[in-house]
């Protein structure tokens, strides 16, 4: 029994995996994995297939020397995407007027694949300190207004694989864990444009993110999350608007990554912050 990206694999299913590949020797990746993920029985709570996810998995198969994929389309040096700064998001006049005089906050998704999908790109490479990442799996972006103004843009994604003391915390086991992580939704991203200084907005958009991120979520993709989270590099910033906004912190993690198979520390240590989003979040997260 293997287990990649959430999902136990059996050596029958492997199996399975090498005989699709060898049969199908003209599909590229992508039709592929929708494939395998057709025969497995890969598919999200709302019957779409897990086709991003089942490619991840497959190149961790590779890379563990299970099976062979096809060459990758995008060659062997891709690249992250280089945003040359346009008009559009250059810096605009300083609003510092306090949050109550400002316009009603709305939040506006980002649809994937439009003008303004590359616009909200370009705005994290070209003002977020961590810069633009793309994205994979379940996600929602936003573009936040106050009024007619452009003020801030935040996305949510796929959670942490594992989190001590996030666990801690939940109080799972690891095959409830394992179960139901997908109802736990990080917060990826937060910019508040550096030319709106305006105490409060942050705090106030997170709450309103709480609000209106599970039932948008759930016309997506057909389940509510429970449970928010995210990571703020200290001491670089102090989370303050997090815990304004009433989110809970944890602790912090351990700086090996995502994906690392290290013992020691790799990347910037960050303090873990939670929001639960229903009362019975450890009760639902606990089945």
């Not at 590229?28 to 598919?43: F, Q």
């Not at 694989?161 to 139901?180: V, Y």
């Not at 990826?188 to 039932?215: D, H, T, V, Y």
Request: glycine share 6%; hydrophobic share 35%; with cysteine.
């Amino acid at each position: 029994m293997k287990r990649y990206c959430g999902r136990d694999f059996t050596d029958e299913d492997l199996h399975t995996i090498v005989q699709l590949i060898e049969r199908n020797p003209q599909l590229k990746r992508a039709p592929l994995s929708r494939l395998v993920c057709e025969r497995l029985n890969w598919v999200r709570p709302d019957g779409r297939l897990k086709d991003m996810t089942c490619r991840v998995a497959m190149l961790r198969m590779q890379a563990d020397g299970l099976l062979t994929l096809p060459a990758s389309q995008m060659g062997q040096h891709r690249r992250r995407p280089e945003f040359l700064p346009t008009p559009h998001t250059d810096a605009r006049p300083v609003v510092t007027q306090p949050v109550h005089e400002l316009g009603a906050i709305q939040l506006h998704t980002v649809a994937a694949g439009h003008a303004q999908s590359r616009r909200w790109n370009e705005y994290m490479a070209r003002y977020h300190y961590l810069g633009y990442t793309p994205m994979s799996g379940s996600q929602m972006r936003y573009y936040v207004y106050a009024g007619e103004q452009l003020v801030a843009l935040l996305s949510f994604g796929a959670s942490a694989w594992k989190l001590s003391d996030r666990e801690r915390f939940i109080g799972w086991s690891e095959s409830q864990r394992q179960k139901n992580l997908q109802l736990v939704v990080n917060n990826a991203r937060f910019l508040i444009l550096p030319w709106i200084q305006c105490k409060g907005l942050a705090s106030k958009i997170l709450a309103l993110a709480a609000r209106q991120l599970p039932r948008e979520w759930h016309q997506r993709y057909g389940y509510r999350p429970v449970l928010l989270e995210t990571f703020v590099e200290s001491p670089r910033h102090r989370g303050t608007c997090y815990k304004a906004a009433n989110w809970v912190h944890v602790g912090q993690t351990v700086g090996r990554g995502k994906k690392s198979r290290v013992h020691s520390q790799i990347v910037p240590i960050k303090d873990i912050w939670l929001y639960p989003l229903r009362k019975d979040f450890g009760t639902v997260l606990c089945q």
